[in-house]
């Protein structure tokens, strides 16, 4: 198959707005659990999971935590700006970002833009028992959004802690509301640690402690990875084939440990939700880097959108066919990532990937998946299509003669190929 020639037309299916979950169910395990096993379709409650499960399987969680990413300003003029916080651009890394006191910078999405186009913005706020004010000045352009600066006068506050205080939670858009205070605990999993997304990982609403206790219970093996997640998650399919449509990037972490239990499962995982997926794909294609070039630099690791699909992608050396050097296993990939992390004395692989995973590609990792109902031609429904075949309008067509609720709110499914 031609991926790129792919028309993203022939991944549609009628959705209504009412089936559109617009909140969740008041008990998150309560929901309902699709069931695709080996092409066959059933259903069960989310709360039954684990009893899906194989004994001794690895099950891979994204432990992200979505940010109060929508800033709000007013001008002097009386118009209101919001500024959205899409990535950092200094300092770049996360964590180091939340920390920051005084000044710091976001690449942003800055609506009602035309109504600012020079000066400052500023507003005044209490953080605790402190007060203090935050400016924000617009700088150059960054593909598709701004370099936003902000500046505040009160070093003992942190950036986490203006965002707790001014932010407000980034709810999907095909919601269609404003966002409510209840969305600040529903919208984040119960296993949620590591702030950055600006959209949450919606296969993993699901989970409760219950639900996860059940997971031990069954004897399965829990390893969590980081991937923020990007605006661009919501990015619609605009070109005819899929080659036009621009990935958007994601950055992950993945421990050391997490590599170290890949190898003990045979680098086969149960993948909970579509950025596990694509955190535990990407490591594959790192590793072949790592296999070509043992003295790799970590922001050389990149994964770029089409480099599955490139077959010389996987030579480890040049005068190997590329046919040979597809078959790399994801043991010897994930083995060489582990090796590489040793000799550079780290602790944790830190990259970014811009993967897209569509029907031709082949999964490395990633041997079962639970995941949402995704919207109607989009990249996550071509993910799911891979993973299944081209069997996804069986789900689907399930689905919604089945009352089941869609999109970030709704129901799961437990898919096993």
């Known amino acids: 198959m031609d991926t790129k020639h792919i028309h993203i037309s022939d991944y549609n299916y009628p959705l209504p707005d009412e089936r559109i979950a617009k909140f969740p169910l008041a008990e998150r395990d309560h929901s309902k659990l699709l069931l695709y096993k080996h092409g066959e379709v059933g259903e069960d409650v989310f709360y039954n999971l684990a009893s899906h499960l194989p004994e ?25 700006i919001e500024v959205f916080l899409l990535e950092p651009a200094f300092p770049a890394d996360y964590e180091q970002m939340f920390q920051t006191r005084g000044h710091c910078a976001w690449y942003c999405l800055v609506g009602n833009l035309k109504k600012w186009k020079e000066g400052t913005l500023a507003r005044e706020l209490s953080v605790g028992d402190s007060k203090l004010t935050i400016k924000a000045t617009r700088g150059e352009m960054h593909g598709t959004s701004h370099r936003i600066d902000f500046e505040w ?70 390893e969590e990875v980081t991937l923020h997640v990007g605006a661009g998650t919501f990015k619609p399919v605009k070109s005819e084939e899929i080659e036009g449509h621009e990935m958007h990037t994601e950055y992950i972490c993945v421990k050391r440990q997490t590599f170290e239990k890949l190898l003990k499962h045979d680098c086969q995982a149960i993948a909970v939700g579509t950025t596990s997926v694509r955190t535990l794909e990407s490591l594959y294609y790192m590793g072949l880097k790592v296999l070509r070039n043992p003295d790799i630099q970590e922001d050389e690791l990149h994964v770029n959108q089409w480099e599955p699909y490139e077959r010389e992608e996987g030579r480890v050396k040049s005068e190997e066919s590329a046919s040979a050097a597809m078959d790399v296993s994801p043991r010897a990939a994930i083995q060489a990532l582990l090796d590489w992390l040793d000799r550079n004395g780290l602790a944790s692989l830190h990259s970014s990937t811009q993967i897209i995973i569509a029907p031709g590609y082949e999964y490395k990792i990633v041997k079962m998946l639970v995941t949402n109902f995704h919207q109607p031609q989009s990249t996550l429904l071509l993910l799911v299509s891979a993973f299944v075949k081209g069997d996804w309008h069986k789900i689907y067509d399930y689905a919604l003669a089945h009352d089941f609720r869609f999109l970030s709110y709704g129901d799961s499914s437990l898919i096993i190929p």
């Open 56 to 80: 001794g399987a690895l099950m891979v969680f994204n432990n992200t935590k979505v940010i109060q990413a929508r800033l709000h300003f007013r001008k002097e003029t009386g118009a209101l």
């Open 153 to 222: 006068d009160n070093q003992t506050v942190s950036f986490a802690e203006i965002l707790e205080s001014m932010g407000e939670l980034p709810i999907p858009p095909y919601l269609n509301r404003e966002t409510q205070e209840s969305d600040k605990t529903t919208y984040q999993t119960v296993y949620s640690k590591i702030k950055g997304s600006v959209a949450a990982p919606t296969a993993g609403l699901h989970f409760t402690d219950a639900v996860l206790q059940s997971v031990d219970a069954h004897g399965i093996d829990r």
